[in-house]
Each structure stands twice: as C-alpha cells, then as structure tokens.
C-alpha cells in the first residue's frame, strides 16, 4: 500500500518539545498547569510518583529553560519549597499540547476501528 | 493553594511507554498504524524526517521489542527494506495512546481558558 502523504514529513511532529516530552516533565509540568497557583515540592513529589532526587533533577532542568518558578520559603516554620509554572512555561506547554492532540488524532481512526474489532471479539463467545 | 489530590499519583502516567514515547518513535509507530500494510524504508524516512541512521537505530529498538516487523526484500530488483507495525505493537501502541488521551483531557479544561483569554486579549485593542 502506498503511504498516504509521501512528499512531506507528514508525521515528523517537530513541535514535540523535547524538554517538555519526557514524561516525568510531562508528569510534573501537566499538575502545574493544572494547579497555577504553584504546588509545593512534597506534593508535587507525590502526584507524580517521583523520588526526590528525581523531582529535584528535573525542576532544575525545567528552571533552566524558565518553564518554572522555585520558591524557596525560608519562614520561621519548617523551610518548604514551592513551585509554580512561569508565563512563557504555560504558553510553551499549550504549544506542546497543540502537537499531542495531533498526534492523538492522526492515531485515531485506527483505534476506534481496533476497540470496534476488539468489542465484536468479546461479543463472538455469547453470539457465536 | 491545595491540590486538588495529593494522596494518589494522579499525574504520574506510568502507562507511558517509554519506548514508544521517545519522539522519533511515536513518530515511526504514528506512520506505521495509519498505514497498517507496512511503508517503505524511504518513505517512513521521509515521513518522519530521519536520517537513514536515525531511522535504523530507531527500528532496530522497536524490532527488539517486537513492535514492528522489517522485512527485506531482495529480489531481481533493486533491494528493499520494508516495515509494518506488529499485532503486539499495535495493541502496546493503542495501550499507549489511552494514556496519552488522559494527558490532553487533563490539560484540555486549562489550555481552553487559555485560548479564550488570547482570543479576549486580541480583541482588546480594538474593543478598549
């Protein structure tokens, strides 16, 4: 069969942001969006399963590259460590996003015909 | 602010393939479910937009996993290379994209704030 765009990088998806991709980033930049009034490092830790030295070595990473913003709170309590997501952080992420839902969509026609054909299995037992 | 959970890793999409996150790869896997009777060497190349060893190395990782198939045709012709998805791939593929959906539904909410505050702030200049 003959693909059905050959002349251009039909399925390249340049946009995917490498620093965004990986999926601990993935993990730790998607709670942040979704919580911008910043999580603190504790919780953050556990909403994406991280270990500490995990979490830490990639909110360096993510600093480095402004997506987020770390706020060390040194008060008379106990020291916390906050994070937040920056400005250019979430628009950088919404541009990320824009490319996965592509990616979703270009994948599904062909599932909707697979969990089709996957239900009609279930199915032949009892009707067959 | 609170989370809106902390006791569960709520974003921590285990369920991310690492082998088929990898960009380049979902690139290849993307090109090969669409295109279920298989693409030529030269054409998933251009598709992707990888170099030959780019190409190769990727397919040789995905071929280990048992996620696609190469086939080398090497008849009176000039000699080819040809890839198509597995059974097994197509199933850890579609796995995968359940999981990938749950990323873009999580952000979705956030990221269509976010267009229709862009949208109001275009039109502020006209409308102030």
Redesign the interface.
């Known amino acids: ?1 003959k ?12 946009g ?1 942001d ?1 620093v965004i ?1 990986e ?1 601990a980033r ?3 930049l ?2 942040l ?7 603190s490092f504790v ?1 953050l830790k ?5 270990t500490d030295g995990n979490l830490a070595r990639h909110l360096q990473v993510l600093e480095k590259e402004s997506l987020v913003k770390i706020i060390k709170d040194d008060g008379p309590s106990r020291p916390q460590t906050f994070c937040r997501i920056t400005t250019s952080g ?1 628009t950088r ?2 541009e990320y ?1 824009e490319i ?2 592509q ?2 969509r ?2 599904a ?3 909707s015909e ?1 969990t089709e054909a996957r239900f009609l299995k279930k199915l032949s037992p009892i009707t067959s």
């Open positions: 069969m693909p059905k765009q050959t002349t251009e990088a039909r399925f390249a998806y340049e995917l490498r991709h999926r993935l993990s730790v998607t709670s969006i979704t919580n911008p009034n910043g999580l919780d556990r909403l994406c399963n991280l979430r992420y919404l996003l996965l839902e990616v979703v270009d994948a026609s062909v599932a697979d």
